[in-house]
């Protein structure tokens, strides 16, 4: 090969340290420079596509025109290498560390009790860190701002929004404030003197990087780089690569020649004149936003019409990390269809300064050029220098709109910009321009209907007339970007009249100083509530737990709200994931290789271009396993057929993740479709398609019930599914020793024991060969309890095949391909039930969608149907359910395990009798909840007390029955706007349910017991656990049990039990990670069971050691636990013991409807108030009680963050997570860009938990409860109080008073069940 032309150096700093580095590439990203190259591995990645946060980290530059240092944070995974030229990186390593200083960020987050699993950390850190460097003392805005964003699967937020207000105010809650350091700025990294030199006399030159497929050339000029732009027309200009970043990974667009204005000051320039401003293109978001800003403050507020709407949207557009790396330029020319800023812009009448080696010119920033026809747009070698945005004039005004899932860090379904100016004094329209984004393909503008309204008054008649000319022009026929073609429309009738209003409103103003003008039309009261958008605010609240009693010893830590364990180490980033282990010799990569058809033969798999390119080693198949490919049902890869959309069908080996990802690329798999492609559940009805026969559980007589009532309802309910959306994605790393063919096993997984068997059974080798270690997971949910053995195994047959260690880690959007998740679920009832709202009979039969595997659908089936009754005594019950098989990902397991979406039908049926018999919800609620000790509709008993006490104490904190006064109210005076309260009691049973073997088939059985959960429940007992304590000669202890920490802090809780049981302090103890070595034949660490029965096992090893240790003790009461271990170790005491836990009795036998299947009952209650905008769509979550009976917990901290983290989590299922298929399986949201789940301006403004004090004792470790999922389902209050807004509307607009619940609640559904005048103006719509 000819050598390349030599390549400049590239010179920049990280945490204060040079790095010059040679030959660089330029398609390498900092994310993988900083892992990879510099081993600062505290720098996660989670998503590659900006969309998370997990990869922030702050740049620090020197601005040539301010000459200020200016410090902002951005995400890693987007930023090439290159661009870095001259720049101080500050990653979380940089930060501070455990061994030399904490910075107080690091201290504060992990004291604050804002990390689980501590994957989002460092991210959080960085973004916290990169504020106060800006900001020492930020203001809560600047706070939110910031962490806008980043996101957490786990903890909910409000921890870590806690930690950052310790900045801004003070505050106390579950941590002592004043053991904090105080934030010193003095002791920060200082910028490197050496950047500040080069930057005060930047260099000329021009800088080249040349790497194997792309060069990337940074002039020191704008008159080099215009001569470049004329040489390399096609070269884009890479400016915050936020575009053609994410374009160049996902659909395959690829330049050879990349140029970087970077060093170009002249885009950065800014110039006001007295009509207007200029900014350069390569100002990025975030300083055009304080351009703006100080613009706004300086200027008359009519001449910044404009400048207000683009601030508007500027707040909401991505997280500050995208706001800090895109610039004005790339935003433009990008021309994306969603684009905030063009709609506004091209209203504004901006206009872009164009400039090229011929001279300058300026075009309009118009539809045509947002269209981008040849004619008005850049010429190849031009680029953009600037763009002109005029003031507003008086009579002139300017809007901005948006509707987006959620309202921060979410692409705006529809936004648009309008703007009128009015004939001066009078009300005629003298110019109107309005522009549309996600609409169309392009930003679009109603240029048409603008014209044709010119001229007349803006009044009621010019609005039913603009509604009419707008629909008819942007006409979205039945395609727009992302669907949703109903709600778009309605939005673009809906925002028009937003801003008729709003027009209005400033007429109004603008007349109260003009006493003999012209009489504009009025604005009722009601309507007022039409104007105002739902600000982002921080969430407060009040944690209650009950102290321990004064009694107990200081150091005994059980009970009390400590730290989780490794809490500084993720602050730090020096908590190793399994990803984070270094590079182990001869390592190679794999990469999947998956099905892109829902149901085929597979007729051929060619290989033969793959293995020809450069670094591939070998493309694994199903003829390479030794052993078994998986069972009959669940294959690990497929062989002659594939099943849905993503099956895993071969995997490919190369030395590096780049040349492994393209030899994916290469692979011709040529397919034969098979019939029925099944997709929906009422798809698999139709074709009797199931995966395991009906579970029925019934109860007197439904029959005879229903002749008796006084009414009868029946409905439907649809529950989406939901992404487990872990931050850190399936991992694993397989060593093969060169010795009697033992593996070591590093991976990310819920089940080491399940990954171990499956692996061994793959291989055909004993598992005593196989060690699985786990240190720690970032984030489970259940996503990782079965999934993991199918990588693993995988991995596995690769490193046998090849001899050499094998990585795997999925990229986010194989990983949400491949892995499924919640079942999606169609419920029917009937209920029967009598004028005062007493429910005598319910008839339930449901559906989950399960994929194209068995997996957990049976069991979660059951599960379904045994918690489905919920907190209610119905006499008479019938509950049906199937779990149907179709060609999608097989979905699995997952956080509450059925219980979320069954017992969403079950409070639907009490909202509609409620709406039946004229009565609230919450009176039918009470009136049938179990009241005196009972028995289940499987005849387990159980007293509800607790139940009660949750549901009064909730009742009260939240004074819930004032606040609904209120809230009718409230909504008599608004119709735009309409509040809703609910209040949801909860009964949760803990564990696996056990189940009585007799009644499966053979053939069900051997595919159940492949299944990890099944494996659980039919291992003899069921919730055996084991644990394995040593105690050294020092005295030190290292405790090993069969949990796995997954965030939920089970590590944690079991020192807290070894120290309370051996009486030492936690500091003695030490826990290194989970292994199948040391404790073999675990169950999962899943149904919120883990702490208790590890928990227990540990007790057990514990108190064997402390007798052997007893007559020590006795001789010398007074020696220290030291003095004990010597001498017990001197009279050859063994200081090593294993503890074991047999589980608990408990047994289902579905043939006759009864058992005793699960441990206790956790109960619960919570109350949310929301507030609808009824012409978005939009919710904004006023406040949340949560009471919770956790009994005596181990950790109130801890389970304080297992009720918050579960219940956003739910909050998320029921409103905002949603899954897009094509028709024909394609899953569509494979991102964190296309699937929502919440952000930190989701949590509602007022979040109060409370553990309720001493309830009954649960015969458990310590009478604690295990609360890893029951949050889940509380988060269904917040959808409830959404319903109950929009049955508020419905009534007030004398809609029918049912409508069909569908979950999520999305902008979309609330938009279209509050109908009205604008729904019924699109056609199609449906209230
Ligand atoms: C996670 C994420 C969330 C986002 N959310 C939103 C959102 O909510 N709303 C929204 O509107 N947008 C959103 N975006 C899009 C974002 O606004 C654009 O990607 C960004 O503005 C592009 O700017 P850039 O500097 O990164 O462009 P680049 O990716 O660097 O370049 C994009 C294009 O512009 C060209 N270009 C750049 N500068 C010039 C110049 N001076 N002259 C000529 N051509 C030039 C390049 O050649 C290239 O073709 C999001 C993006 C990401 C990654
Ligand atoms: S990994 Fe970079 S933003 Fe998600
Ligand atoms: S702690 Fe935030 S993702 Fe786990």
């Not at 040539?64 to 990186?89: D, E, M, N, Q």
């Not at 806690?162 to 990294?189: H, K, N, Y």
């Not at 895109?326 to 506004?344: E, F, K, Q, T, V």
């Not at 979406?901 to 049938?928: D, F, M, Y």
Request: a negative charge; hydrophobic letters at 35%; charged letters at 20%.
């Amino acid at each position: 090969m000819p050598c390349p032309p030599k390549s400049d150096d590239l010179v920049f700093f990280v945490n204060g340290r040079k790095v010059i580095e040679r030959n660089v590439d330029p398609e390498v990203t900092l994310l993988s420079f900083l892992r990879k190259n510099l081993r600062l591995t505290g720098t996660k990645y989670a998503c590659g596509r900006g969309g998370c946060g997990a990869c922030t980290v702050m740049v620090s530059k020197r601005d040539p025109l301010s000459a200020k240092i200016r410090h902002f944070s951005i995400t890693a995974c987007l930023v090439p290498i290159c661009s870095l030229y001259g720049a101080a990186v500050t990653t979380v390593e940089g930060v501070g560390s455990i061994n030399t200083r904490l910075h107080p960020v690091q201290e504060r987050i992990a004291k604050s009790h804002g990390t689980q699993c501590g994957f989002c950390t460092p991210g959080m850190v960085m973004s916290m860190y990169t504020l106060l460097r800006n900001h020492p003392q930020p203001s809560e805005e600047q706070l939110l701002e910031a962490l806008g964003g980043n996101l957490c699967r786990c903890t909910g937020y409000r921890p870590i929004l806690a930690s950052g207000r310790t900045f801004c105010v003070i505050c106390t809650e579950l941590f002592a404030e004043d053991e904090f350091q105080p934030l010193d700025p003095t002791q920060e990294l200082i910028f490197p003197p050496e950047l500040l030199r080069m930057a005060e006399k930047p260099e000329k030159q021009t800088l080249i990087f040349r790497g194997e497929r792309v060069t990337w050339i940074s002039p020191g000029t704008l008159k080099d780089l215009l001569e470049l732009k004329a040489k390399h027309p096609e070269a884009p200009l890479i400016s915050g690569n936020t575009s053609l970043g994410p374009a160049m990974k996902s659909q395959g667009h690829f330049y050879p020649i990349l140029l970087s204005p970077a060093r170009i000051s002249e885009l950065s320039m800014v110039s006001k004149t007295s009509d207007g401003l200029t900014i350069g293109a390569g100002c990025s978001l975030a300083q055009v936003k304080d351009i703006l800003a100080e613009r706004v403050s300086e200027l008359p507020e009519e001449k910044t019409q404009t400048y207000r709407a683009l601030l508007k949207h500027l707040r909401s557009l991505a997280g500050q990390q995208i706001r800090n790396m895109a610039s004005l330029g790339g935003h433009i020319i990008s021309r994306h269809c969603y684009s905030d800023l063009n709609p506004i812009l091209a209203v504004g009448n901006a206009t872009l300064n164009l400039i090229s080696e011929e001279g300058t010119r300026q075009i309009p920033l118009n539809e045509h050029f947002l269209a981008g026809l040849a004619s008005v747009d850049l010429k190849p070698e031009e680029i953009l220098e600037s763009v002109y945005i005029p003031h507003s004039q008086k009579w002139e005004f300017v809007s901005a709109f948006r509707q987006a899932q959620c309202q921060q860090n979410a692409l705006a379904d529809v936004n648009a910009g309008m703007r009128v100016v009015l004939k001066e004094g009078t009300d005629t329209i003298k110019d109107l321009s309005i522009a549309y984004g996600g609409v169309g393909a392009a930003t679009v503008s109603a240029q048409k209907s603008c014209q044709q309204l010119v001229g007349r008054p803006w009044n009621e008649l010019m609005l039913e007339e603009a509604c009419r000319l707008l629909l008819e022009e942007v006409s979205l026929p039945g395609w727009a970007p992302g669907g949703k073609v109903e709600f778009k429309r309605t939005l673009v009738v809906s925002f028009f009249f937003k801003f008729y209003l709003e027009v209005l409103q400033e007429l109004k103003k603008l007349v109260k100083f003009m006493p003999d003008s012209h009489h504009y039309p009025e604005i009722s009261d009601q309507f007022l509530s039409a104007l105002e958008d739902f600000p982002i605010t921080g969430s407060q609240g009040v944690q209650r737990y009950q102290r321990v009693d004064s009694h107990q010893s200081l150091q005994d830590p059980v009970g009390r709200p400590i730290m989780h364990l490794s809490g500084l180490k993720h602050a730090t980033g020096e908590a190793i994931f399994c990803d984070d282990i270094p590079m182990v010799d001869r390592e190679l990569f794999m990469v999947l290789v998956t099905s892109t058809r829902a149901h085929a033969k597979i007729i051929s798999v060619d290989l033969s271009q793959a293995l020809d390119l450069p670094g591939v080693i070998d493309v694994i198949t199903a003829e390479d396993i030794p052993g078994t490919n998986g069972t009959e049902d669940d294959k690990l890869m497929a062989v002659d057929e594939v099943l849905c959309v993503g099956h895993i069908i071969c995997a490919v080996v190369a030395e590096t993740e780049l040349q492994a990802k393209s030899a994916t690329e290469k692979i011709k798999i040529t397919y034969e479709d098979l019939e029925p492609v099944i997709i929906t559940i009422n798809d698999a009805i139709k074709h009797n398609s199931f995966l395991c026969p009906e579970k029925k559980l019934e109860q007197g007589n439904v029959e005879e019930a229903f002749e008796k009532v006084d009414q009868i309802v029946e409905g439907e309910v649809h529950v989406g599914g939901q992404e487990h959306f872990y931050m850190e994605t399936q991992r694993v790393l397989v060593i093969p020793k060169a010795e009697d063919k033992e593996l070591d096993i590093y991976v990310s997984t819920q089940d080491p024991a399940h990954v171990q068997k499956t692996v061994s059974s793959t291989l055909n080798i004993p598992i005593n060969r196989i060690t699985c270690h786990v240190k720690r997971v970032g984030g489970g949910f259940g996503g990782k309890v079965g999934r993991p053995a199918v990588f693993g195994a995988i991995a596995a047959v690769g490193a046998i095949k090849t001899g050499h260690p094998i990585r795997l880690v999925l990229d986010r959007k194989d990983d949400m391909l491949i892995t499924g998740g919640r079942h999606p679920l169609f419920g029917k009832y009937k209920v029967g039930f009598m004028n005062n709202g007493r429910i005598k009979a319910l008839d339930i039969e449901c559906f989950v969608n399960g994929g194209c595997m068995l997996d957990d659908s049976e069991l979660v089936t059951e599960f379904l149907i045994l918690k489905l009754e919920n907190a209610y005594k119905i006499r008479n019950l019938r509950f049906r359910g199937r779990a149907c098989m179709t060609n999608l990902p097989s979905n699995t397991a997952f956080r509450g395990f059925g219980f979320p979406q069954g017992t969403l039908i079950t409070e639907s049926c009490i909202t509609a009798v409620a709406a039946k018999c004229g009565l609230l919800p919450e009176k039918i609620r009470e009136k049938n909840m179990y009241k005196t000790v009972d028995k289940t509709i499987y005849k387990q008993a159980f007293s509800p007390e607790t139940l009660i006490r949750c549901w009064n104490e909730c009742l009260d904190k939240s004074s819930f029955h004032s606040r609904r006064m209120q809230v009718e109210e409230f909504n008599k005076k608004n119709y735009w706007k309409k509040k809703g309260m609910a209040i949801i009691p909860m009964k949760f049973s803990v564990g696996f349910a056990a189940t009585s073997y007799h009644q499966v088939t053979i053939a069900q059985n051997r595919s159940k017991l492949q299944n990890p959960t099944w494996k659980a429940c039919f291992s003899d007992p069921p919730y055996s656990a084991a644990a394995l304590v040593h105690i050294y000669t020092d005295g030190s202890v290292l405790v090993t049990h069969g949990g796995n920490e997954l965030g939920q802090g089970i590590h944690t809780k079991m020192l807290q039990v070894a120290s309370r049981e051996l009486n030492i302090p936690m500091s003695s103890l030490h826990i290194c990670e989970t292994s199948t070595a040391t404790v073999p034949n675990t169950i999962a660490t899943a149904a919120s069971i883990g702490s208790d029965v590890n928990g227990r096992a540990v007790q057990n090893a514990c108190q064997i050691l402390l007798k052997r240790l007893e007559p020590i003790i006795k001789k010398n009461p007074e020696g220290t636990w030291e003095d004990w271990i010597e001498a017990a170790f001197e009279q050859r005491i063994s200081l090593s013991a294993t503890g074991y836990f047999r589980g608990y009795k408990a047994f289902m036998d579905w043939e006759k409807g009864e058992g005793d299947p699960f441990p206790y009952y956790v109960y619960g209650a919570a109350c949310s108030e929301v507030e609808v905008d009824c012409l978005t769509g939009a919710h904004k979550k006023i406040r949340t009680d949560i009471v919770m009976d956790a009994c005596c917990s181990l950790n109130p901290a801890i389970d304080i963050g297992q009720v918050e983290g579960s219940f956003i989590q739910g909050m998320g299922l029921y409103t905002t997570e949603e899954l897009k298929y094509s028709p024909e399986g394609v899953l569509y949201s494979r991102g964190p860009d296309e699937y929502k789940i919440p952000t930190i301006a989701d949590v509602p403004e007022e979040f109060n938990v409370s553990l309720l004090p001493s309830s009954q004792t649960p015969p458990t470790i310590y009478s604690s409860k295990g609360l890893g999922e029951s949050g889940m389902f509380l988060g269904s209050s917040v959808f409830f109080a959404i319903t109950d807004a929009v049955a508020a509307a419905r009534r007030e607009r004398d809609t029918v008073e049912d409508f069909t619940v569908r979950s999520p609640a999305t902008p979309e559904w609330v938009r279209m069940a509050c109908a009205d005048r604008f729904t019924e103006m699109t056609p199609t719509a449906k209230g």
